[in-house]
């Protein structure tokens, strides 16, 4: 064999500079930090009042093993409903309770992933109640114009 193909093919150029020696370990340290970063968000915890962390805990105690039977799913989306989670959330929410109970696993062990489904948060239960009363009034000013129009 000859001396030319003992030697690699890849060689570390730049490394003469200081500027780009210094600029891979700062490259290196932001990667790092963002790493950090995100796994402490992965392990994230939540309150126990949390109405994700409710639903998973109240779709646990319904589960007949790893299943989930049609009427348990429909108490439990009806808990989700008045615990203000929409119904696509409360779904990936039993999809990873049942998830957890087919692999053995704790429930607690799911709550970074828990975590990652959309909160259920104030505003959209204050939504709601506007679309209600706006709802009621519309109702009592075609009422109230009706009876205007039909004494009239």
């Known amino acids: 064999m000859s001396a030319a193909h003992t030697q690699p093919n890849l060689r570390l150029v730049g490394s003469e500079?200081?500027?780009?020696?210094?600029?891979w370990v700062t490259g290196g340290r932001d990667a790092r930090a963002v790493a950090a970063e995100n796994r402490s968000a992965a392990t994230a915890t939540l309150d126990p009042t949390d109405p994700r962390w409710v639903l998973a805990v109240r779709t646990q105690t319904q589960l007949q093993g790893s299943v989930l039977s049609p009427e348990r799913r429909t108490r439990v989306m009806r808990t989700a409903a008045h615990l203000g989670v929409r119904p696509f959330d409360a779904s990936v929410i039993i999809a990873i309770v049942q998830d957890q109970a087919r692999r053995?696993?704790?429930?607690?062990?799911?709550?970074?992933?828990?975590?990652?489904?959309?909160?259920?948060?104030?505003?959209?239960?204050?939504?709601?109640?506007?679309?209600?009363?706006?709802?009621?009034g519309a109702a009592l000013v075609a009422n109230a114009l009706l009876v205007w129009w039909l004494v009239g």
């Not at 500079?17 to 600029?23: F, G, I, L, M, R």
């Open 104 to 136: 053995g696993e704790p429930l607690s062990s799911a709550a970074s992933i828990i975590a990652l489904v959309h909160s259920a948060n104030a505003a959209s239960a204050r939504q709601t109640w506007m679309r209600w009363a706006a709802a009621v």
């Open 17 to 23: 500079n200081p500027a780009n020696v210094a600029a």
